[in-house]
């Protein structure tokens, strides 16, 4: 198949998307289809809807407030007021921007059409950066927001949000597919000696390191993920070399899947 996959461009409506997408990943081999995500810019308008009423109700109270002299009570209540403005602004963007949007995963790859581009995406040479954020209010988790930047066929980088609906599902579905097919030959390419680099961080069979520093595999007791950061334990001690976030990792589960086997083979070896 050919590797040219430039995004076609200009309006396309749901047949049209169907068929670009089906001509894209028939003709880049991506293999049987998987799933669909379509947009979520319906949602999006109902959510504005509720909004408006709601700004609705709230322009008539500082209407009344303000007719009937209470002034101070009509800066309280128009507080919430331009909130609810704000949202209306926000999420009608975003449903515009979002309209017409969908994201398909094959066997062996991806499609993705956002403001009539189609996009393509094979796993066994694309990277994926994921930057998926917990945004918390008084100790409870508010909204979970998403992000996984993808190199396309073209070599450009694509990142994918939660406007495609269901991000929790596919974004897990991507990695996965990712490291299963690019984890066999990193395997190997270690098995023969050489270092991979996973942005900040690199990987040999005898060591883990980043810039000029590093730690032998039979000192690394544990590579886990704390706070949105890699960490390495050695000898009892969290290391200073890996304070890097997995947002800056590319593959980061092909580098993780690695990162223990080379662990567990020193330890067992030892």
Not at 42 to 56: D, E, L, S, Y
């Amino acid at each position: 198949m050919s590797g040219d996959s430039a995004p076609y461009q200009g309006h396309l409506d749901r047949d049209g998307v169907v068929q670009q997408v089906g001509a894209a990943a028939a003709r880049e081999g991506l293999g049987a289809h998987r799933a669909a995500y379509p947009s979520i810019a319906q949602a999006q308008r109902q959510h504005v809807k509720r909004v408006r009423i709601a700004a609705a109700v709230l322009a008539v109270l500082v209407v009344i407030c303000l007719a009937t002299g209470y002034v101070p009570l009509a800066f309280v209540v128009g507080l919430p007021l331009l909130m609810c403005l704000y949202a209306i602004m926000k999420y009608s963007s975003a449903a515009n921007g979002n309209e017409g949007s969908r994201l398909d995963l094959f066997e062996h790859g991806l499609t993705s059409v956002h403001r009539g581009a189609v996009r393509v995406v094979r796993y066994a040479d694309t990277t994926v950066l994921q930057n998926n954020v917990r945004h918390t209010q008084y100790g409870q988790t508010t909204r979970i927001s998403y992000a996984y930047t993808v190199t396309d066929t073209t070599g450009t980088q694509v990142t994918l949000r939660e406007g495609y609906a269901q991000p929790h599902e596919w974004g897990p579905a991507i990695q996965q597919a990712v490291t299963q097919a690019q984890l066999p030959q990193a395997v190997a390419e270690l098995n023969a000696g050489r270092r991979l680099e996973f942005g900040p961080l690199w990987l040999t069979p005898t060591e883990i390191g980043s810039g000029n520093k590093s730690t032998p595999w039979p000192q690394v007791e544990e590579v886990a993920v704390k706070d949105g950061y890699v960490r390495i334990r050695v000898a009892g001690r969290w290391s200073a070399l890996s304070m890097t976030a997995v947002s800056r990792i590319p593959n980061f589960l092909v580098f993780h899947a690695l990162a223990d086997h080379l662990r567990r083979g020193s330890a067992s070896s030892g």
